[in-house]
C-alpha cells in the first residue's frame, strides 16, 4: 500500500520555525514535493526535490525561509520553515511522482498525503 505520511504542523507565532516530515512507504518515489491548501483556494506549490537532490525549485513566496531535502534511506522528506508569516497557514501536503523531473503542476504528482496542518498567529 503506498503512503505518504506528513507530521510536524502545529501552532507558531510569527517569526517562528516549523519542521514539517513525510514518511513514504510502498513504492520508490522519485521527485518530492510540498504543496500547500487554504479553505477555498487551489492547491499552491511550495517546494520540490528529485530523487538526488541535485534538482530543487521554490515558490516564490517561500524562497530564502524554507528549506526542502530529503532522505532516500529513510523514505523520508521535510520542509524546514522559518521567518514564518500568517500567509503561511495552511494545510501542507506531500506529494510524489512515479518521474524524477520536478514539476510545479499539482496534477503532474501521482501520491499524496493528507497533509499536516499549520498555523501561524501574527
Known amino acids: 500500500q503506498v503512503q505518504l505520511i506528513e507530521s510536524g504542523g502545529g501552532l507558531v507565532q510569527a517569526g517562528g520555525s516549523l519542521r514539517l516530515s513525510c514518511v513514504a512507504s510502498?513504492?520508490?518515489?522519485?521527485?518530492m514535493a510540498w504543496f500547500r491548501q487554504t479553505p477555498g483556494k487551489e492547491r499552491e506549490f511550495v517546494a520540490a526535490?528529485?530523487?538526488?537532490?541535485?534538482?530543487?525549485s521554490y515558490s516564490d513566496s517561500v524562497k530564502g525561509r524554507f528549506a526542502i531535502n530529503r532522505d532516500n534511506a529513510r523514505s523520508t522528506v521535510s520542509l524546514q520553515m522559518n521567518s514564518l508569516k500568517p500567509e503561511d497557514t495552511a494545510v501542507y501536503h506531500c506529494?510524489?511522482?512515479?518521474?524524477?523531473?520536478?514539476?510545479?503542476?499539482?496534477?503532474?504528482?501521482?501520491?499524496w498525503g493528507r497533509g499536516t496542518e499549520v498555523t501561524v498567529s501574527s
Open positions: 506529494a510524489g511522482r512515479r518521474s524524477d523531473i520536478i514539476r510545479r503542476d499539482s496534477d503532474a504528482y501521482d501520491y
Open positions: 510502498g513504492r520508490t518515489f522519485y521527485a
Open positions: 526535490i528529485n530523487r538526488s537532490g541535485s534538482s530543487i
